[in-house]
């Protein structure tokens, strides 16, 4: 009897179970969760309320798990839906739903949570207000279905996910933003009526306040790789680990020993004769992960830029292996820090420690960073110093100024350069909008050993204003028109000009899911003093420059999507060169997926850089083609192929000297030159649980610069087939990566 009535005692108590993410909202916690139902239009930016068939509403949960989230839309019945299945970060329009959260609630850094309705999912962070990077790949849950009439989503985003100032507080303060989209419809719903396409997005989200529970993490992600390379016949393994911890909500440690280099993930083909280095993104998890609070988002130049570590080495002999590298980030109430440190094995690999620091209050955050690099092949060490700020006095204004040296010994040669910038957003009520930018670099500022920056020793002045129309006639095949006008000026301290351009665009989106984009510009004469390495400047002409592109997605089950895009510029001595493609996209169902996109370009006075002040123009023609294949033939199974080859065939026009300051014509031996570009990949992809895959991919590719004798002319069509032979590279991969939460 007493045991019966211990029992009965037990089971009167409130217990708080946990929610099964399965987009099934039938536990009873459900009903005690924040609601939200003013979903309006932000795509179209009219800010009317969402119909009775498109009405959306969002519930919030705080648990010890982590915060439930759900979004419950209802779709109209004569309009499709599109189901198509993507890779994960996938950029192919489909129906989805966001939910982001700012969990300090400061407008510095969000993050975006998408859910498909095909159950795929996409991450991203948002930093300065408006700018998404998909590089970060979270561990979170979710799930999707249907009920009559409409679709759920559901989310459950642990404590351990971000960082979070004043974790031991059992109330925090966060910002949220729920939206739905329509692809068929070109339509989007949110909570609240804030949009990315407007300077203040983070900082107009919604701020509820909610229980907070404190959750530590200790994760471990061992990797191994094994590699056959089928031109020497030689095989090889790779073995790390990535370690996550987070002792509390306010700091997290992570360590990463010989870590992946991203095998898996293979760059895009560029050709690149300029004297400007190619950006490239970062897919290694250690160096994404939580990698906002070091970037800046400033026009002056990028301080911490991953790709530089595990590089290639400093004397050229291939890429660098990372021995180990640390990196932690946190806050101390109103004061955040980050700290990274690598090293990189031999003696031509570098060590790379950066400290940031920043300060914040209702309308100013200040931050100071640090970066010193140690590169002993080149007997060089260089530091950065950078002071940054981000400033809002009111609602529609904010400024974002940065200082930054640098210093820098080479050899017993010391340089210390400066620069400085200042971009400012005014978004008044309606719909203009302003922005402004002020950038100074001299001839001696370097952040390249641990940054990203595309020149320096130049004076660089914007304005841009922006124009929405969102409530246009219903007899109208678009719903909305963003146009842009610019003015933008750079010089040279020598005071030549490099840039003098006016520039109109407009973004248009349809009614029917079609999204269209022109620009148009006209450039004054100028100067390239780059494009000779130090050997002079190179005299551009004045002319005119247009762009146009469109795309039309996928509609619910149909089984075509393409677009299009063509662009005519100016040569540099005369004439107009253009570029123009199409790239069909072929469904057969919602599992399966093929492009083949075809472009070509032609080039009349293409100038390359030869030696010192030796310059030719040529007339190329170059036609690339670009394919990928996608298939989900189970739910943990993915194959993707991804095909890309360049060919360009040039003749040479006229050798040319810069005597100066103008382009001569002179009889150097100069020879007509085709290129040759490839690569492909083929991916099978097996997901066994949270960042956790089995990668099975194949690779080849290959590049080559023939030049050609006097007479001898393959034709474009004859180098493009040839392309397809080049195998530089031909291996095959099988890495296994799994994540134990300990």
């Not at 759900?70 to 129906?95: E, K, L």
């Not at 400085?420 to 402004?436: C, H, I, K, S, T």
């Not at 057969?588 to 032609?602: E, I, K, N, P």
Request: proline letters at 5%.
């Amino acid at each position: 009897m007493r045991l019966a009535c211990f029992a009965f005692l037990l089971a009167c108590l409130p217990v708080q179970a946990e929610i099964r993410i399965d987009g099934v909202l039938d536990e009873a916690e459900w009903n005690s969760a924040q609601r939200f139902t003013d979903f309006v239009a932000v795509q179209p930016l009219s800010g009317q309320p969402a119909p009775e068939d498109r009405r959306a509403e969002a519930l919030l949960l705080s648990t010890p798990e982590g915060l439930v989230v759900a979004i419950r839309a209802w779709h109209p019945p004569g309009v499709p839906q599109t189901r198509t299945r993507i890779p994960r970060d996938g950029n192919t329009p489909v129906d989805r739903f966001n939910l982001m959260i700012d969990f300090d609630a400061d407008g510095r850094q969000g993050y975006d949570f998408t859910i498909t309705a095909a159950g795929d999912v996409m991450d991203e962070v948002i930093r300065n207000e408006n700018q998404f990077n998909k590089d970060w790949d979270g561990a979170w849950e979710h799930a999707v279905a249907d009920f009559e009439g409409g679709t759920v989503a559901e989310w459950r985003i642990p404590w351990s996910i971000a960082p979070m100032r004043g974790s031991s507080a059992p109330r925090r303060t966060i910002a949220v933003h729920f939206d739905r989209v329509i692809v068929a419809s070109n339509q989007r719903f949110a909570f609240p009526g804030a949009s990315f396409m407007r300077p203040r997005f983070l900082s107009d989200f919604h701020k509820v306040e909610i229980d907070q529970y404190r959750q530590r993490e200790l994760a471990i992600t061992p990797y191994g790789v094994l590699r056959h390379n089928r031109i020497s016949g030689e095989s090889d393994t790779e073995q790390g680990f990535d370690l996550f911890w987070k002792p509390s909500g306010d700091h997290q440690f992570a360590l990463t020993v010989n870590p992946d280099f991203g095998q898996v993930e293979s760059d895009q083909l560029v050709v690149n004769f300029s004297a400007v280095e190619t950006f490239f993104t970062d897919r290694r998890p250690f160096f994404t992960e939580n990698q906002g609070y070091f970037d800046l988002g400033h026009p002056l130049g990028t301080l911490f830029y991953t790709r530089r570590v595990g590089g290639p080495l400093d004397d050229r002999s291939g890429a660098a292996s990372i021995n180990a590298a640390v990196k932690a980030n946190g806050s101390f109430g109103q004061f955040g820090y980050g700290l990274f440190i690598a090293d990189e094995d031999g003696q031509a690999g570098r060590e790379a420690h950066l400290l940031r620091s920043t300060w914040d209050a209702d309308s100013l955050r200040l931050g100071l960073t640090r970066s010193e690099v140690e590169r002993p092949f080149l007997a060089r060490t260089a530091a950065v110093t950078s002071v940054d700020a981000v400033w809002q006095p009111d609602p529609t204004w904010r400024i974002r100024p940065l200082l930054s040296e640098s210093r820098s010994e080479t050899a017993g040669i010391e340089r210390r350069g400066r620069g400085a910038g200042l971009v400012a957003d005014w978004d008044p009520e309606g719909p203009w909008r302003q922005e402004y930018f002020a950038l100074y670099a001299d001839d001696e500022l370097e952040l390249n050993d641990l940054g990203f920056q595309p020149r320096n020793d130049y004076r660089y002045f914007e304005w841009e204003t922006g124009y929405r129309q969102d409530s246009l006639p219903e007899d109208s095949a678009w719903r909305s028109h963003a146009w842009e006008g610019e003015i933008a000026h750079r010089e040279n301290l020598a005071g030549e000009r490099l840039q003098q351009s006016f520039a109109l665009s407009r973004r248009s989106s349809g009614r029917t899911g079609v999204e269209r984009n022109w620009y148009l510009s006209f450039r004054r004469s100028s100067v390239d003093d780059l494009l000779t390495r130090g050997h002079g400047s190179v005299p551009q002409r004045a002319g005119w420059q247009f762009f146009m592109e469109s795309q039309y997605p996928r509609r619910g089950e149909g089984r075509f999507a393409w677009s299009w895009e063509f662009e005519m510029f100016p040569g540099v001595a005369d004439g107009h060169g253009w570029y123009g493609g199409v790239q069909p996209r072929w469904h057969l169902g919602d599992r399966f997926d093929v492009d083949l996109g075809l472009y070509a370009v032609h080039r009349p006075d293409w100038l390359i850089w030869q030696q010192d002040d030796q310059l030719a123009s040529f007339r190329a023609n170059q036609v690339e083609l670009y394919s990928n294949l996608n298939w989900f033939p189970t739910e943990r199974q993915e194959l993707r192929i991804k095909l890309q080859a360049i060919a360009i065939d040039a003749e040479l026009r006229q050798a040319r000297q810069l005597v100066r300051g103008r382009l001569v014509d002179n009889d150097a031996a100069v020879e007509d030159f085709t290129l040759r570009n490839f690569g492909v990949q083929v991916r099978w992809r097996y997901k066994l649980g949270t960042l956790s895959d089995i990668y099975a991919v194949y690779g080849r590719g290959g590049f080559a610069l023939d030049e050609l004798e006097a007479g001898q002319n393959r034709g474009l069509s004859g180098v493009f087939g040839d392309t397809f032979s080049l195998r530089d590279e031909d291996q095959l991969l099988l890495k296994i990566a799994y994540r134990f939460s300990l």
